[in-house]
């Protein structure tokens, strides 16, 4: 019997993994609970641990799992910012899910776009108390206008169709370029400047954190609107705040937020925040938030469990699939 801890467990994640184990002699303990220093003896008698975006896999925590004989470590995501690399080096085997669903998160991408620009949001809620003004709906043609896309792997190349789709001219930017894309690679200050939409697809790395800085957007057009669907610290919220208030920043859409991990995915309606910081955005009339739910559809659920566990069973029989294991000597 092979036991798997699982942390950070919602209600749309188990079916897709007990269907998934169904027959097999994998166990699945699933823990509402994150995986931090404080949670992280849950996984003592363990042989596998399962987490998502919001467990903190520390070096202390990787400590701790090696202690308790736990032998691999499962992300059910693509990105692995929130684990010590270093501290499983030759110690702990990672392996992540590259590309659950990219559709997914470049329609979610889209969607905020169509509803901060179009007012949808504010329109629903308007009709719903029979309020059929038009005043301050007014929106802009998405038709010519030029997006900038920093990351072109999956998503970003995706969301670069969608807006092809709208007929909008599309710049990109990517550390290694790829020119079988066919995309109009430019470098960052070229895209800073003549965006008019700017769309972060990329992964949250040293290079990459606060790539939207205070500099950045110093270089923007004014009235650019920016979507972030990948992780919250490639923006400096700070810096997109003053951005905002002084009229730079025509809009922001954002799936991710720099210090979500304490928020995201839990119900606080009934609570009084406090990030302030967070409190703020969301007060604004121009920004969107959404709770890191741009991969949520049942396509990207049903791909996330299947190769987790398609993952496991690779590992188990050693023969790791080189696209979904981390590498540590890179």
């Given at each position: 019997m092979f036991k798997l801890a699982f942390f950070d467990a919602k209600s749309y994640d188990k079916p897709g993994f007990d269907r998934g184990i169904a027959g097999t002699d994998v166990k699945i303990k699933y823990f509402d609970t994150r995986l931090n220093e404080d949670t992280v003896s849950l996984a003592r008698g363990f042989n596998g641990v399962c987490v998502f975006v919001s467990d903190t896999v520390s070096a202390p925590v990787v400590e701790k799992l090696v202690e308790?004989?736990?032998?691999?470590?499962?992300?059910?995501?693509?990105?692995?910012?929130?684990?010590?690399?270093?501290?499983?080096?030759?110690?702990?085997?990672?392996?992540?899910?590259?590309?659950?669903s990219p559709y997914a998160v470049a329609e979610h991408a889209m969607a905020m776009l169509l509803t901060i620009n179009r007012r949808t949001h504010k329109a629903y809620i308007r009709t719903k108390d029979f309020n059929f003004s038009l005043a301050g709906l007014e929106g802009f043609d998405l038709h010519g206008k030029t997006v900038g896309i920093i990351g072109t792997g999956k998503i970003g190349r995706i969301f670069?169709?969608?807006?092809?789709?709208?007929?909008?001219?599309?710049?990109?930017?990517?550390?290694?370029?790829?020119?079988?894309?066919?995309?109009?690679?430019?470098?960052?200050?070229?895209i800073f400047r003549r965006s008019d939409i700017l769309s972060l697809h990329c992964p949250l790395t040293e290079e990459t954190f606060h790539i939207v800085d205070a500099a950045a957007i110093a270089q923007m057009k004014k009235g650019v609107t920016i979507l972030n669907t990948s992780r919250g610290a490639l923006v400096d919220t700070d810096a997109l705040i003053e951005g905002i208030k002084e009229r730079r920043i025509g809009a922001a859409c954002l799936d991710v937020y720099e210090?979500?991990?304490?928020?995201?995915?839990?119900?606080?309606?009934?609570?009084?925040?406090?990030?302030?910081?967070?409190?703020?955005?969301?007060a604004m009339p121009n920004v969107l938030v959404t709770s890191h739910q741009a991969f949520l559809t049942q396509e990207a659920?049903?791909?996330?469990?299947?190769?987790?566990?398609?993952?496991?069973?690779?590992?188990r029989a050693g023969a790791p699939n080189p696209q979904t294991q981390v590498c540590l000597n890179r």
């Open positions: 308790y004989g736990v032998q691999v470590l499962l992300l059910r995501c693509a990105g692995f910012n929130n684990v010590d690399l270093a501290a499983c080096e030759g110690r702990l085997p990672i392996f992540r899910v590259p590309a659950y670069a169709r969608i807006c092809n789709g709208f007929g909008m001219e599309i710049l990109a930017y990517d550390k290694f370029p790829d020119a079988s894309t066919g995309l109009n690679y430019v470098n960052l200050d070229e210090e979500e991990g304490d928020l995201f995915y839990e119900d606080y309606s009934g609570h009084i925040v406090e990030d302030d910081t967070l409190v703020r955005l969301i659920l049903g791909n996330i469990a299947q190769t987790t566990l398609d993952n496991l069973r690779a590992f």
